[in-house]
């Protein structure tokens, strides 16, 4: 069945690095494919999407292009900040997005 | 943006007893509504699907009877743990799709609930 992977946090890293969380994916037909981030306290949100192949997603200095010749969708951002510390998952959409199937989760932790 | 509210947001009961989760989207309707159970690993697992008038969806071994899901009103979802036992102690997270936007692929989550069952 459909399924995410994604890469095992936690993830540390010093403000102003460069950060890659990945992402594969197995499914059937043509998913869309969507970046949630939680921050501490609060709901998932939307952080970015794309629903067809080589769609780029970018929301807030984050990019995800959807690669249907890798099954990825690598999140990417050239220089985090503190307030980026959150848990990152990365979903896909089926069924007419009836139902989203979820990556485990990457805890990110930047430090100043 | 859409925003979809829960409530409680921690609620602790006693083995034996019921507990109710309100879902409610705030400044659109939703005809869809989703509730996930978050694990301490963090992964979310879809629990059903709620239909605005008509019977909920449940996923593969979820049961039925012992988590009551009704969906009354465009805007609000209850999902009920009956005789709730301490491994139903989770975080419990509902969602909402606003199908009147832009975006109706987009799901809209709420905060969540903890639940701690003693």
């Known amino acids: 069945g459909d399924s995410v992977t994604q890469m095992e946090g936690p993830v540390t890293l010093s403000e102003e690095a460069f950060l890659t969380i990945n992402c594969t994916y197995t499914?059937?037909?043509?998913?869309?494919l969507f970046w949630y981030v939680q921050y501490p306290g609060e709901g998932l949100q939307l952080l970015l999407k794309a629903t067809k192949a080589d769609d780029k997603g970018s929301n807030k200095g984050f990019e995800a292009t959807y690669r249907k010749e890798t099954t990825s969708f690598h999140l990417e951002k050239g220089s985090v900040q503190v307030s980026d510390s959150a848990v990152y998952f990365c979903?896909?959409?089926?069924?007419?997005?009836?139902?989203?199937?979820w990556g485990l989760g990457t805890s990110l932790a930047v430090n100043p | 943006g859409a925003v979809v509210s829960q409530h409680p947001s921690w609620v602790i009961c006693k083995s034996g007893t019921s507990v109710k989760i309100e879902c409610r989207s705030l400044?659109?309707?939703?005809?869809?509504m989703f509730w996930y159970r978050q694990f301490p690993k963090q992964s979310l697992m879809l629990m059903a699907t709620?239909?605005?008038?008509?019977?909920?969806?449940?996923e593969q071994g979820v049961e039925k009877d012992k988590f009551l899901i009704n969906h009354a009103s465009l805007t609000l979802s209850t999902l009920t743990v009956t005789s709730a036992h301490p491994e139903d102690s989770s975080f419990y997270i509902c969602?909402?799709?606003?199908?009147?936007?832009?975006?109706?692929?987009?799901?809209?989550f709420g905060p969540g609930t903890r639940l701690t069952v003693l």
């Open positions: 499914a059937t037909g043509y998913p869309s």
């Open positions: 400044d659109f309707q939703a005809t869809t």
């Open positions: 709620s239909n605005e008038g008509s019977k909920a969806t449940y």
């Open positions: 979903a896909l959409g089926t069924g007419n997005n009836r139902k989203l199937i």
């Open positions: 969602s909402a799709r606003d199908l009147s936007g832009g975006t109706p692929d987009t799901q809209y």
